[in-house]
């Protein structure tokens, strides 16, 4: 079992930065890859960014692209989510989730309990 943990969810004003972190506790043959939705209520969750772990390949939403980077930790279990430029569009509960890398995307397996950034205008 993969316990993912989110961090760093805050309230801001249009413009400012926010800096989240993931750590999964573990990898196992099925987990190579750390990827951040985000969700809305009301609305589906969508895809915001994903990290294959092994080699540092990088993946975006055309919605973030920019304005959001997606980094490895010092730890390969661990990412963080740099978004800057942030708009009130961006509001919503973030999850982090543990998976496996394939066709290009992160498939998640595991699933973090989310935190919550709002973006006032």
């Known amino acids: 079992q993969v316990h993912v943990t989110e961090s760093g969810g805050d309230s801001v004003q249009a413009g400012g930065s926010l800096r989240l972190s993931c750590v999964a506790s573990?990898?196992?043959?099925?987990?190579?890859?750390l990827g951040w939705f985000r969700q809305v209520p009301g609305k589906e969750r969508e895809r915001v960014a994903d990290?294959?772990?092994?080699?540092?390949?990088?993946v975006y939403a055309d919605s973030v692209k920019g304005r959001f980077t997606i980094s490895q930790g010092d730890a390969e279990n661990t990412v963080t989510l740099q978004m800057n430029s942030l708009k009130p569009d961006d509001t919503a509960l973030y999850y982090c989730?543990?998976?496996?890398?394939?066709?290009?995307?992160?498939?998640?397996?595991?699933w973090g309990q989310g935190t919550q950034v709002t973006v006032s205008s």
């Open positions: 989730a543990a998976g496996f890398f394939l066709d290009g995307k992160c498939v998640p397996g595991y």
């Open positions: 573990t990898f196992t043959y099925s987990v190579n890859c």
């Open positions: 990290l294959l772990t092994t080699d540092g390949t990088a």
